[in-house]
């Protein structure tokens, strides 16, 4: 009875559906009964806001990637915005110095450098992986100080993240992981994505990613001041939270404001959320990579190409490249499957007036890609109504 509920509220129906054929919705966020007695939990404490469930969150993400802070947000797109805002405080970087983003990756963390002062460019895609390789952040850093975004696309890491670290090192760059897509993925050597010493690598718990704490974000970074900052900055910049006010008739209810922050602390709902999810994420990965390794035969058959080295990574996307998109789009819809695009192309958004910007593998990569659903609700039959659609499809 609760799981039917849940079903129909996780997603909504999925409207247009064919006639006498079952749909397979892009995505459905995948909750467990631990979840929502974990939500449930926080709620019959009456604490629902900032509190200790987000903290334990923190110190058991903190923990798994080895860094020594971790700071939870309401987005990974406001973990970007308190990052680039502490870098563009009291004594630090100059308004206009440049902050690098890949091409193919979602608006949010590049608005927020354009809103903190930095000027935003974008370095080009690797068709064949939709990630901006190491070697074209690298080309397109200045002399000046140049903040560095990388992002493993797909949670497909990145090849020659330590050289792209001894470099910005040398430079004086600054590198800040978009690590929205990479909860779970690891690099050959076992060490895990978002690990490496870069100045702070930020996370997205939004509904789509592979831990779903309903929304949320989190900042890791082995950097004390930074991690301070923002622990203050994410809750209008007060010195006392007030769950330190007001758990106990001894503590006191007066805080000051020695700086001047921002709204974007998460609620102990996701946290809860956020931990229990984080605690069954290699089943979940284990899930994703079957059906990632299910595709990856039927596209074989069917003459059709995923992105380069995409065993390797934690299957957050099954991106399907080069295709003759708006025929196979249609085609898989009157199978009942519904697929997606990872990403319209960011850079020719009106969003940036005049700027133009010469990608030529974005431009490529932009208009074959496709993502197919992949979540661990998915059945079996709808697997395979994945798979028979791409297997009929005579493109
Ligand atoms: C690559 C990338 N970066 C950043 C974000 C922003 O994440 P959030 O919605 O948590 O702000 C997303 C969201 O989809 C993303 O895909």
Request: aromatic residues 8%; contains cysteine.
């Amino acid at each position: 009875m609760r799981r039917a509920r849940h079903d129909r509220l996780a997603c909504g129906p999925l409207t247009g559906q064919v006639s006498g054929m079952s749909t397979v919705p892009f995505h459905l966020p995948h909750f467990t009964d631990a979840d929502r007695d974990a939500a449930v939990a926080v709620m019959d404490t009456r604490f629902t806001t900032m509190g200790t469930h987000v903290a334990a969150f923190e110190e058991a993400f903190a923990a798994r990637h080895g860094r020594a802070h971790a700071v939870m947000v309401n987005s990974c797109t406001n973990g970007h915005m308190l990052v680039l805002r502490y870098l563009r405080g009291p004594g630090g970087w100059d308004e206009g110095a440049r902050a690098v983003f890949p091409a193919m990756t979602f608006a949010g963390p590049s608005f927020q450098a354009a809103h903190a002062g930095f000027d935003v460019t974008f370095a080009d895609t690797d068709p064949a992986t939709g990630s901006t390789p190491v070697d074209a952040l690298i080309e397109a850093a200045g002399t000046a100080p140049t903040i560095l975004a990388p992002l493993g696309y797909g949670g497909i890491p990145l090849d020659g993240m330590d050289r792209l670290i001894r470099f910005a090192e040398e430079h004086g760059h600054v590198v800040i992981e978009d690590c929205a897509h990479a909860t779970g993925a690891s690099y050959a050597d076992g060490r895990a994505v978002g690990s490496l010493s870069t100045l702070a690598s930020i996370w997205s718990f939004y509904p789509t990613k592979v831990v779903n704490a309903t929304e949320g974000g989190m900042i890791l970074t082995d950097d004390a001041d930074l991690a301070a900052w923002c622990r203050s900055a994410r809750l209008h910049g007060v010195n006392k939270p007030v769950g330190d006010r007001y758990r106990s008739l001894k503590t006191d209810w007066a805080y000051a404001l020695p700086i001047m922050g921002h709204k974007c602390n998460p609620t102990n709902i996701q946290g809860a959320v956020g931990l229990s999810q984080l605690g069954r994420l290699d089943t979940t990965l284990a899930r994703l990579a079957g059906i990632a390794g299910r595709y990856r035969e039927v596209l074989a058959q069917a003459g059709m190409h995923t992105l380069d080295g995409s065993e390797r990574g934690n299957q957050h996307l099954f991106v399907l490249r080069d295709t003759p998109r708006a025929a196979l789009m249609e085609h898989l819809k009157n199978h009942g499957v519904q697929c997606s695009v990872h990403y319209p192309p960011l850079w020719q958004m009106e969003a940036w007036g005049d700027r133009r910007w010469d990608l030529p593998g974005a431009e490529r990569f932009a208009e074959g890609c496709l993502s197919l659903p992949i979540y661990a609700d998915l059945t079996e039959a709808q697997i395979a109504q994945v798979c028979d659609g791409l297997l009929s499809f005579d493109g």
